[in-house]
Antibody
Framework: EVQLVQSGAEVKKPGESLKISCKAS????????IAWVRQMPGKGLEWMGI????????IYSPSFQGHVTMSADNSITTAYLQWSSLKASDTAIYYC???????????WGQGTTVTVSS | SYELTQPPSVSVSPGQTARVTCSGH??????AYWYQQRPGQAPILLIF???ERPSGIPERFSGSISGTTVTLTISGAQAEDEADYFC???????????FGGGTKLTVL
């Protein structure tokens, strides 16, 4: 069974750094792309970017390029999303999702809530 | 930037047919996908590659495409179908993924 289990909720202050995780199991981690999706409070889904753990290839949405970094540790089949300096506007739920055939996402993590407040 | 346009809300009576549309100029070139998101839950893939339904998704959910518009049809809507629905595709180059703004389906 494919599972994506994300790290727990975070409360941070503006300017702080953060790294959230997405632990994958039930498939060959290095064979499929993993995307990150943001959902701000009461809003829709926003695609942030996607990376391939097998070769570290990545594509960032222009809206998020330079503000977040995607990475992975293949030895523990875990993908990461990190910020070096959070803003209040980063308050959102962040989902990781494994890409299936084409550009769709049949598997999703449960989401990580990030709250940034002074 | 590329955009997909969905109506903000759709209402349907129980047992009737609901249709949620999604428009975008790249849709004839790139497959569309549909997701259901209930409050407090992660999205669930309902339709992939315009018209295909993953195993476990009820047959009352179907997808279609006509020109630059794709449509999610829910035949015989049930109270449990009340949720947000998002369409998704890639831009014409296949590089960037984009989601529609979402449609809130009310069953009343």
């Amino acid at each position: 069974e494919v599972q994506l289990v994300q790290s727990g909720a975070e409360v941070k202050k503006p300017g702080e750094s953060l790294k959230i995780s997405c632990k994958a199991s039930g498939y060959t981690f290095t064979s499929d792309w993993i995307a990150w999706v943001r959902q701000m409070p009461g809003k829709g889904l926003e695609w942030m970017g996607i990376m391939h753990p097998g070769d570290s290839d990545d594509i960032y949405s222009p809206s998020f390029q330079g503000h977040v970094t995607m990475s992975a540790d293949n030895s523990i089949t875990t993908a990461y999303l990190q910020w070096s300096s959070l803003k209040a506007s980063d308050t959102a739920i962040y989902y990781c999702a494994r890409r299936g055939s084409g550009h769709g996402f049949p598997f999703w993590g449960q989401g990580t809530t990030v709250t940034v407040s002074s | 930037s590329y955009e997909l346009t969905q109506p903000p809300s759709v209402s349907v009576s129980p047992g009737q047919t609901a249709r949620v549309t999604c428009s975008g100029h790249a849709l004839p070139k790139q497959y569309a996908y549909w997701y259901q998101q209930r409050p407090g839950q992660a999205p669930i893939l309902l339709i992939f590659k315009d018209t295909e339904r993953p195993s476990g998704i009820p047959e009352r959910f179907s997808g279609s495409i006509s020109g630059t518009t794709v449509t999610l049809t829910i035949s015989g809507a049930q109270a449990e179908d009340e949720a947000d629905y998002f369409c998704q595709t890639a831009d014409s180059t296949g590089t960037y993924v984009v989601f529609g703004g979402g449609t809130k389906l009310t069953v009343l």
